[in-house]
């Protein structure tokens, strides 16, 4: 039965509004409680790689919990709408339970897997809870499904569309069987999968609770107030930027398969009163490798860089972005068609998003940072446990520095602005978990771009496999450093070393998957930092000094960096030396 559509609104008080604003965002952050607590994944339950939201009866986004992915962020309506579409709203029961990652909808990797069941109040549908999670593996050639170098999305792992796991309360055990037999990890898969379905019933439960409270009527008012009043606070924030276009380029290393070929990036912000476009032609068409996201990636892109630059406290709902208007062609790597590849979807949309960040900078100075170390970072470690005889598979993502703020140094070290403040599986997991020793993890000092304020670190991790293993890791950006902005320095950049057993010198590389390691291979990871914001010139001396004291800058990079001379032993300043350094940075500038 279809819920009656409202032809006038309910007016409703302030105080109950404020309410239901804040107890529709509360289940949720408690139904995320619930799913990082009971999930079985180290990537689910500590780096908190998963979305929880609630969607009206048409897939628009109501509320959302305030951990998890930003890329996730009002991402869940395409992959319930394919739902309401395939079984109609008469065909979605109670206690229906929905799985889907297919990527021709949701544009995504096949690993982010959408669990979503629909919501009744007195036998008509009133909405969906839904949930995104990172399954540890869906298939394909590597184990994690996580490669740098496939060709086709075939190769990454089986694809599910909205199919039905519950009917009716009921498990479907015949899928579970197609399911269980096409992954690797089927344990680990299917506890993260009944922690999503816990996560979505006690959501549902809760917001079933808020209708009996308030009433519908009174709910469904107070949604649509909340939606507006989200608008019309995004309109008056754009109002204050001043109209015009303001444009910015950059590229990516490679796709992964071809390495001789750069991927341009080209974003324009245009403001025209209280409307803001964000218009990616110009960026380069979708890849022959895994670099590809559908349109979903570069909408969510969109979405991060412009609610994080214009309204970066509104908790996010549909209202948010109706002023947003985003021009994505078909056929790029950010709107890719035809089956393309993904496994590297997340890779592209942090170079995007800096980029977008830079055209904002030339309308709002104050309001957005400047390049971070932006590549993924990802490494997995995998193979068969000679002790268990069981497959393990790795999964983590490279800490690094972010731009330099405004007014501050860049925060460091952080995941990229596609994740957040998600954070890193903990050493003593990784090493409870899995043949592997982490022997040193530490800042990389002179890896922030310089500037009066400089950008946040990189770091230095290295591992050692305790048994024959392979490798997979994606680093990105090595041939267009994170930028500064307004004269600040760049950042270094990021990538991978390999030494294998009786090997002095190591071997560096950027994106590599099915590396075969040796027992006792030592592996090393060095983040990029993020850029520097002003000329390093103007920072004060004394900064600089604390900042080599601290061990994140080098006696020889305060010298090279920021022309600051200092007594090795004493870090005493040579006050003359320094004058002359910096009075030649200044003129070459």
């Known amino acids: 039965m279809n819920a009656p559509v409202s032809t006038t609104r309910k007016q409703i008080d302030p105080v109950t509004l404020e309410v239901v604003r804040n107890l529709l965002i509360g289940i949720l952050d408690e139904g995320e409680i619930n799913l990082s607590r009971t999930a079985f994944s180290p990537i689910i339950y500590e780096v908190k790689d998963y979305c929880i939201g609630l969607l009206d009866r048409e897939g628009r986004t109501i509320a959302q919990s305030r951990g998890g992915i930003p890329t996730f962020m009002a991402d869940l309506g395409e992959p319930v709408r394919d739902g309401i579409a395939i079984y109609g709203e008469d065909g979605l029961h109670p206690d229906d339970v929905l799985l889907m990652n297919y990527s021709g909808v ?5 690993n982010n897997v959408v669990i979503y069941m629909p919501v009744h109040w007195e036998g008509t549908l009133i909405g969906f809870a839904a ?6 593996d869906v298939g394909g050639r590597v184990a994690g499904s996580f490669s740098t170098d496939t060709t086709e999305i075939y190769q990454e792992g089986i694809q599910l569309r909205s199919i039905k796991i519950h009917k009716r309360g009921v498990l479907d055990e015949e899928l579970m069987r197609v399911i269980r037999h096409n992954i690797r990890f089927p344990e680990l898969s299917f506890g993260d999968m009944a922690a999503q379905i816990a996560a979505c019933s006690l959501s ?11 009433g519908w009527d009174v709910m ?3 949604i649509h107030a909340i939606w507006d009043q989200s608008e019309a606070f995004v309109r008056r924030q754009i109002t204050a930027l001043p109209d015009g276009r303001y444009t910015a380029k950059s590229f990516m290393d490679d796709d992964g398969v071809n390495f ?8 324009t912000v245009i403001v025209d009163g209280d409307e803001l476009e964000i218009d990616f032609t110009g960026t380069s068409p979708q890849t022959k490798g895994p670099m590809n996201s559908g349109r979903s990636g570069g909408l969510a892109a969109a979405r991060v860089a412009f609610k994080s630059a214009v309204v970066p406290n509104l ?9 947003l208007r985003v021009t994505l062609p078909p056929g790029t790597m950010i709107s890719a068609t035809d089956d393309a590849a993904m496994a590297q979807w997340n890779m592209p949309l942090k170079t995007v998003i800096d980029t977008i960040y830079w055209a904002f900078s030339q309308c709002a100075p104050d309001r957005v940072p400047a390049a971070h170390h932006c590549s993924q970072g990802m490494y997995s470690f995998y193979g068969k446990d000679v002790e268990t005889g069981r497959r393990f598979s790795t999964l983590d993502t490279a800490l690094g520095g972010w731009g330099a703020r405004p007014d501050a140094d ?10 957040g403040d998600t954070r890193n599986v903990p050493v003593e997991v990784e090493e409870a978990f899995y043949p592997i020793l982490v022997e040193r993890f530490e800042w990389r000092p002179d890896s922030a771009g310089p500037g009066r304020f400089r950008g946040g670190l990189g770091v230095h991790k290295v591992y050692r496999v305790l048994q024959d293993a392979q490798l997979v890791a994606a680093f990105e950006r090595s041939k267009f450093p994170p930028w500064g902005l307004f004269g600040g320095g760049s950042a270094q950049v990021g990538y991978a070393t390999v030494r294998q057993p009786g090997q002095n010198n190591a071997s560096k590389m950027f994106k590599v998957t099915a590396l075969d390691l040796q027992k006792d291979a030592v592996v090393e990871f060095l983040s990029a930092g993020g850029g520097g914001r002003f000329p390093a010139w103007e920072r004060p001396v004394a900064r600089v000094v604390d900042d080599v004291r601290q061990g994140y800058v080098t006696v020889d990079g305060a010298r090279r960096q920021y022309g600051v001379a200092l007594d090795p032993a004493t870090l005493d300043v040579d006050e003359a030396a320094t004058a002359d350094l910096r009075s030649a940075m200044q003129t070459a500038a």
């Open 131 to 136: 949930t995104r999670a990172h399954w540890t």
């Open 106 to 110: 949701c544009g995504q990797h096949l």
């Open 315 to 323: 908790p996010p709902n549909e209202g948010v972005f109706r002023a």
């Open 410 to 419: 860049g925060f460091s070290p952080l995941k990229t602005v596609t994740h």
């Open 204 to 214: 549902a439960r809760r917001w079933q609770e808020m209708v009996g409270k308030y």
């Open 220 to 222: 469904e008012s107070c």
């Open 260 to 267: 001789d070929q750069t991927l341009d990036v080209q974003a």
